[in-house]
T-cell receptor, first 109, second 118 residues
Framework: EDQVTQSPEALRLQEGESSSLNCSYTVSGLRGLFWYRQDPGKGPEFLFTLYSAGEEKEKERLKATLTKKESFLHITAPKPEDSATYLCAVRLGGFKTIFGAGTRLFVKA | DTGVSQDPRHKITKRGQNVTFRCDPISEHNRLYWYRQTLGQGPEFLTYFQNEAQLEKSRLLSDRFSAERPKGSFSTLEIQRTEQGDSAMYLC????????????????FGAGSRLTVL
């Protein structure tokens, strides 16, 4: 069965304390891996797409990387405004996209 | 274009009642998705449309759920005989499928419709 697993479920950081979020996947045909950010009471907002192992994408304090079985979202020197839930998703054949449960990130000033 | 719009934002209903949610996607997008999200979980796939055709429906979706997308524009999601377990956020998303199937299929989400079944 196609599955996306994210860890940790929650992560508490001090402002400036860098860390990484993990997304592992077991799918029959990966057509793309996505990272989204979701703020409370809002829909997910697109961050990155990765297609092949070794690929990296960066945006401000965030960097996403991809291997054959997992992806990491690295957060460098986070700020309180980075607090949100970060969702990993994979696109399957036929354009169906499935999501992991997310990592809730809390950054304290 | 103001993005993906969903209505209503909040709905409180009694068990056994029918509810309908509406989604207006980004106008040039030809794909439309419905997801359900409960507290602490990621969005769970329900169904998707390419234009007016419903291409896939989750096996987890009971017969009480039905979705339509007449004329390939807005979409409705109806839940009949609601149960307390239907309480969740219902998210709509749209994307643009380019000719030949190329592209990332990035989903643009609405703010969601929150359903509370008493």
């Amino acid at each position: 069965e196609d599955q996306v697993t994210q860890s940790p479920e929650a992560l508490r950081l001090q402002e400036g304390e860098s860390s990484s979020l993990n997304c592992s996947y077991t799918v029959s045909g990966l057509r793309g891996l996505f990272w989204y950010r979701q703020d409370p009471g809002k829909g997910p907002e697109f961050l990155f797409t990765l297609y092949s192992a070794g690929e990296e994408k960066e945006k401000e304090r965030l960097k996403a990387t991809l291997t054959k079985k997992e992806s990491f979202l690295h957060i460098t020197a986070p700020k309180p405004e980075d607090s949100a839930t970060y969702l990993c998703a994979v696109r399957l054949g036929g354009f169906k996209t499935i999501f992991g449960a997310g990592t809730r990130l809390f950054v304290k000033a | 274009d103001t993005g993906v719009s969903q209505d209503p934002r909040h709905k409180i209903t009694k068990r056994g009642q029918n509810v309908t949610f509406r989604c207006d996607p980004i106008s040039e997008h030809n794909r439309l998705y419905w997801y359900r999200q409960t507290l602490g979980q990621g969005p769970e796939f329900l169904t998707y449309f390419q234009n007016e055709a419903q291409l896939e429906k989750s096996r987890l979706l009971s017969d009480r759920f039905s979705a339509e997308r007449p004329k390939g524009s807005f979409s409705t999601l109806e839940i009949q005989r609601t149960e307390q377990g239907d309480s969740a956020m219902y998210l709509c998303a749209s994307s643009l499928l380019r000719e030949g199937g190329a592209g990332a299929n990035v989903l643009t989400f609405g703010a969601g419709s929150r359903l509370t079944v008493l």
